[in-house]
């Protein structure tokens, strides 16, 4: 089993600047890709980006230039920093694990205001 925690939501003005962080622990060894996703109210959950064991990177086009994930290996983290937030990256942001299994952390609110 793996959990995942994250944190680092919270209010901020259009312009502004978040870092969410997703500590994993217990069976990590099975993950090989983490990733973060959101879900605004209304919407389906999307892919935000995502981060293999190897270090490759993806992202939404809508966060490209803006948002960049990494992993500390040594931590056992992976970390969203997200700059020049628009309104519209408001949403319940989610961690996940990918391996054989599938592992989700409980969500953190990120609120852009305009």
């Known amino acids: 089993q793996v959990q995942l925690v994250e944190s680092g939501g919270g209010l901020v003005q259009a312009g502004g600047s978040l870092r969410l962080s997703c500590a994993a622990s217990?069976?990590?060894?099975?993950?090989?890709?983490m990733g973060w996703y959101r879900q605004a109210p209304g919407k389906q959950r999307e892919l935000v980006a995502t981060?293999?064991?190897?270090?490759?990177?993806n992202y939404a086009e809508s966060v490209k230039g803006r948002f960049t994930i990494s992993r500390d290996y040594a931590k056992n983290t992976v970390n969203l920093q997200m700059n020049s937030l628009k309104p519209e990256d408001t949403a319940v942001y989610y961690c996940r694990g990918m391996g054989p299994n599938d592992y989700w952390g409980q969500g953190t609110q990120v609120t852009v205001s305009s």
């Open positions: 981060i293999t064991h190897g270090g490759s990177t």
């Open positions: 217990g069976s990590i060894f099975s993950i090989n890709t």
